[in-house]
């Protein structure tokens, strides 16, 4: 149960919780010789009332189940729609690190075009060419792109 669900039913079964026990009392309002205003179900010693707060109508029974339900209903709404958000958060997270990845890849295959250091090999003729080992990279960071651009198509088509 999440803390909002908690917090709708806890503030339900108080408000109907207070208003019985409230239903039986009446504040008065009094002001102390200080002039503080001191709301009390009892007479103050020295103060003088100045008005009294009616108690609210009893809540009828009817009113209160129908409150009751009105409260787990939402309960279950606002729960549903932290999953759905939990759910849309993971999704957004997924979608970020694919485009990432793919941007990553990308740069990789971009800073890979220059021959790394032994991955030329000499010709009788005293030029040189690139070996396996150059073409087999560039071959890798290819499949590196497409493998993350797949991934973000993915992760698009599940949002």
């Known amino acids: 149960m999440t803390n909002r669900t908690k917090l709708i039913s806890i503030a339900a079964a108080l408000c109907l919780g207070v208003s019985a026990v409230v239903s039986a009392q009446t504040l008065k309002k009094y002001v102390t010789p200080d002039g503080k205003t001191v709301y009390s179900d009892t007479p103050i010693p020295g103060a003088k009332e100045v008005g009294e707060i009616k108690s609210p109508p009893p809540i009828d029974p009817a009113s209160r ?95």
């Open 65 to 159: 189940s129908q409150a009751q339900g009105t409260a787990q209903r939402e309960a279950k709404d606002v729960k549903a729609l932290d999953k759905r958000l939990e759910s849309s958060a993971a999704q957004r997270a997924r979608l970020e690190d694919a485009e990432a990845k793919l941007e990553d890849a990308k740069r990789t295959l971009a800073e890979g075009k220059e021959p790394l250091e032994g991955e030329r090999i000499g010709t009788a003729g005293g030029q040189s060419r690139l070996n396996d080992e150059y073409w087999q990279r560039q071959k890798a960071n290819q499949k590196a792109v497409e493998n993350a651009q797949t991934a973000l198509d993915a992760a698009r088509v599940a949002k």
